[in-house]
């Protein structure tokens, strides 16, 4: 699966430091869902729209306006390839619920007040709430 390989070293670092995330936008690309649900990582997934994949709890809600009984006891929030506009909305909810964030951008753009980090071939930002 080529787009696993080129998000291994993204679902390696999250495996490694969290327990309990959840994905912003899933769409119709589940592979980091299923790469960290494998990995035995507690994952759900949000979406303004209903998509269902199978093994993925996929519950519909909108970051800007986000129903924050969801987030109980996640301890980050992650999103591939977001709309810039929404990376401010999905760091107030991790703040509000104490948690890390980490974007995989589309492109190469720069998110500001976060970290660029690299971990194998993948790079992506982190945002942590300490």
Do not use: Q, W
């Amino acid at each position: 699966m080529e787009t696993y390989r080129r998000v291994e070293g993204l679902t390696a670092f999250i495996a490694a430091g969290y327990r309990h995330a959840a994905e912003i936008g899933i769409g119709l690309f589940p592979d980091v869902a299923y790469a960290l649900t494998e990995r035995g990582l507690g994952v759900f997934a949000t979406d303004i729209r209903p998509f269902h994949h199978d093994g993925i709890k996929v519950v519909i809600d909108d970051v800007t306006s986000p129903d924050m009984k969801l987030y109980k006891g996640i301890d980050l929030i992650y999103s591939m390839r977001p709309p810039p506009e929404l990376v401010p909305y999905m760091k107030k909810l991790a703040m509000t619920i104490s948690a890390d964030l980490i974007v995989k951008m589309l492109s190469s753009d720069c998110v500001k007040g976060f970290r660029l980090m690299r971990n194998g071939s993948t790079m992506f930002f982190l945002h942590t709430h300490n």
